[in-house]
């Protein structure tokens, strides 16, 4: 028996959002090690790493409106924040690495059209917060 997943208008948006910034971050010469990582009912969009330094990050996708200039990074709130610390340190206990280790928050402006969405901006922002 096959169950059925639906996607929410919301986990459709934060697939596309997800997707964007992985190729970004290839584009940016990061190898993706982990998606939508889960550790302690926390969870990690993206881990990611090059030769020197591995990323975990947080996506945010917002719809462009004419009236709305609120960033997708403003919703990182400390909680957040915290939350995704402890998630990385239990990744990186049980992978241990020497790479320099940086939390990063990728926004994704995206633009929808009945009921299409498409990727208007992208803006990585490096070092968002730390430990």
């Known amino acids: 028996m096959e169950i059925l997943k639906i996607k929410t208008k919301n986990r459709q948006i934060g697939d596309i959002g997800e997707d964007a910034a992985a190729k970004l971050l290839k584009r940016e010469k990061f190898k993706i090690i982990e998606r939508n990582y889960v550790a302690v009912n926390h969870e990690i969009d993206i ?8 990323i975990f990050v947080e996506v945010k996708c917002r719809i462009v409106k004419d009236d709305s200039d609120v960033r997708p990074a403003e919703a990182v709130n400390k909680d957040k924040m915290r939350a995704i610390i402890k998630a990385a340190s239990y990744y990186t206990a049980f992978n241990p690495s020497e790479k320099k280790k940086r939390f990063d928050v990728i926004e994704v402006y995206l633009k929808e059209v009945k009921s299409k969405f498409s990727v208007l901006k992208i803006n990585h ?3 968002a917060f730390t430990r």
């Open 125 to 127: 922002i490096e070092g």
């Open 47 to 54: 881990i990611a790493e090059n030769r020197d330094i591995q």
